[in-house]
């Protein structure tokens, strides 16, 4: 029986980085910010053992195999980084398209990270709005995200970003926040 999720498991996760291949060319303006200490760009490949570093220090859920794979393919469509003066990764923005909202071309906000050092600046709320203007193109409708309940800061920078609460959500626990872009 174990052996039948795992396969079934892993058919699923190559379904959604297959509809993500397609669905993420050309997504995203290639636009490139300074702000103060900081340069936002879009992610790279090269960037992903970093985030990944990062978001294993930050969250309790390691990063999973499969989205590894699906940003070796599309990091610079799906992923913003922001990095400090000296070229180090400070902050990253990852998206995908989650299957029950592929369909209304709605991509989603999967996890944004800061390194500890540089919380607390409002690069999470600058990092997300650098991203949403990159996505802002008319090739997709909006951009959701889900901030837990128990997590304010998350909600306050995705409403500074110009989420809006739109519903709960009953798993995980969490708002629902959505952004509308320009017509596609």
């Known amino acids: 029986m174990q052996i039948l999720h795992e396969v079934t498991e892993s058919f699923t996760h190559l379904k959604i980085i297959i509809q993500n291949f397609i669905k993420a060319r050309n997504l995203r303006a290639d636009l ?5 200490e900081l340069l936002f760009r879009r992610g790279e490949r090269g960037d992903l053992k970093k985030i990944v570093a990062l978001h294993n220090c ?37 998206f995908m398209f989650e299957p029950a909202e592929i369909k209304e071309n709605i991509l989603h906000e999967l996890y944004v990270g800061v390194d500890p050092a540089y919380q607390n600046q409002g690069i999470a709320g600058r990092l997300r709005k650098y991203s949403a203007e990159c996505y802002d193109q ?47």
């Open 32 to 36: 490139v910010k300074n702000e103060d």
């Open 58 to 94: 930050l969250y309790s859920r390691p990063f999973l195999d499969w989205l590894l794979k699906l940003y070796r393919l599309k990091a610079s469509e799906l992923i913003s980084v922001a990095v400090n003066r000296q070229g180090e990764l400070v902050a990253y923005d990852l």
């Open 138 to 184: 008319g090739r997709v409708n909006g951009l959701s995200t889900l901030a837990p309940f128990s997590n304010v800061k998350a909600l306050r920078s995705a409403q500074k970003a110009g989420y809006a609460i739109t519903k709960a959500s009953a798993k995980p626990a969490a708002y629902y926040l959505f952004r509308y872009l320009k017509k596609a």
